[in-house]
């Protein structure tokens, strides 16, 4: 992702949120400043930063302190938390968002936490019903794409949604790919238990339906759970709760590979020896399935982009997060977004009201 050379991009990081906690948010802000010409607020403990920041060397100006003096922790009912502590990193972050302070917010806090705090203090884009979390992952790309990853929403942001909303998380996505992929009408399709239009339940059938209909939208039908990984689409739309699901029985899986792996290195000398044979596609392979590359998972459906990094997120992982956040300021994918659900609403409207009506 090459970022533009406007200095004038803020990010608010939440330095307190995450698993590893403030060291690695730290050290990625520092890296994401070396690297890319973007201003960064760390949002947290002022004095636990400035010992982080310690000995750390970055272009003046580049990264700010803006002091929180509460954190809340993975562990801590959302809604709760968010009553009882409102000088908490995550939403004072928000906050800075919301009066302009800061273009874009990047987390790896609770889910929960950081959607409700989005929902609090920002505005949703007009139009949209449903804010969704997408996420990409990695596929085989059987069909020699020049992409090789692929991108899939809801993940969790909604248990179940009808119709109507997956037919925006499919503009959603397909906005997102097209501007932080650079990928040119990038293929849309409907997770679902069969490829035939009949398949699923009756909100299923309805949403494939009005995607048929939706203009200006690349829609092949629906996608099975045995064909995502092939890469046969660019943009997966699915509720939620079974988003949620697939994704981390993908990431599952990857760690799961790599510990067989390390087992397998361990367990046999001609083992061993084909193993080293084969360390340049096992880096890859690593490489491919390592969250840390991709910079964390998009909140789509408000006027400001909000990055959610995975809880785990290491300082590479927090750099790249900034650095998609940048990029998604950069070419205004929030705007991108208002466009397309505009133009759905407003010139197609008509055709496609009238045919949710009859459904």
């Known amino acids: 992702i090459n970022m533009s050379s406007n200095p004038q991009i803020t990010i608010a990081l939440d330095a307190m949120g995450g698993d590893d906690g403030i060291k690695s948010n730290v050290k ?42 509460h954190t809340i922790e993975m562990d801590e009912s959302p ?20 009066e302009g302070k800061a273009d874009s917010l990047v987390s790896a806090g609770s889910t929960g936490t950081i959607i409700l705090a989005a929902a609090k203090y920002l505005t949703r884009i007009l139009g949209v019903r449903r804010t969704a979390i997408a996420t990409v992952y990695p596929t085989m790309n059987e069909f020699r794409k020049n992409d090789h990853l692929a991108l899939m929403l809801d993940v969790g942001a909604n248990v179940h949604c009808g119709a109507e909303e997956l037919v925006q998380f499919a503009i959603m996505g397909a906005a997102y790919v097209a501007n932080i992929r650079g990928m040119e009408n990038p293929t849309v399709a409907l997770l679902n238990i069969g490829e035939e239009s009949n398949k699923g339940g009756e909100h299923m059938q309805s949403a494939f339906k009005l995607l048929t209909k939706t203009p200006n939208l690349n829609f092949i039908g629906n996608v099975e759970g045995k064909d995502i990984l092939r890469g ?12 949620n699901i697939v994704i981390k029985t993908l990431e599952g899986a990857a760690r799961s590979l790599r510990q067989l792996t390390k087992m397998a290195f361990k367990a046999r000398f001609v083992w061993k020896l084909g193993l080293l044979f084969l360390r340049k596609g096992l880096n890859l392979l690593k490489e491919t399935t390592d969250y840390a590359e991709y910079g964390g998972a998009p909140l789509l459906g408000f006027d400001k982009m909000v ?28 705007g991108q977004i ?5 133009e759905l609403e407003g010139k197609a409207g008509l055709e496609y009201e009238r045919l949710s009506q009859e459904l």
Do not use: W
């Not at 809604?79 to 919301?98: D, H």
């Not at 208002?338 to 505009?342: N, R």
């Open 232 to 243: 046969v689409v660019d943009v997966v739309v699915t509720e939620g709760f079974v988003g």
């Open 79 to 98: 809604r709760k938390a968010i009553e009882e502590k409102p000088n908490a990193s995550i939403l004072v972050a928000m906050q800075l968002v919301q």
């Open 338 to 342: 208002e466009s397309y659900i505009t």
């Open 28 to 69: 990625g802000a520092v890296i994401a400043a070396n690297a890319h010409p973007v201003r960064i607020l760390l949002v947290g403990n002022k004095q636990e930063i400035s010992k982080c920041l310690e000995g750390e060397s970055y272009p003046n100006g580049s990264i700010e302190i803006i002091h929180a003096p």
């Open 307 to 334: 990055i959610i990094a995975h809880g785990r997120s290491n300082e590479k992982a927090i750099s790249n997060a900034i650095k998609v956040a940048g990029k998604c300021v950069r070419d205004d994918v929030c």
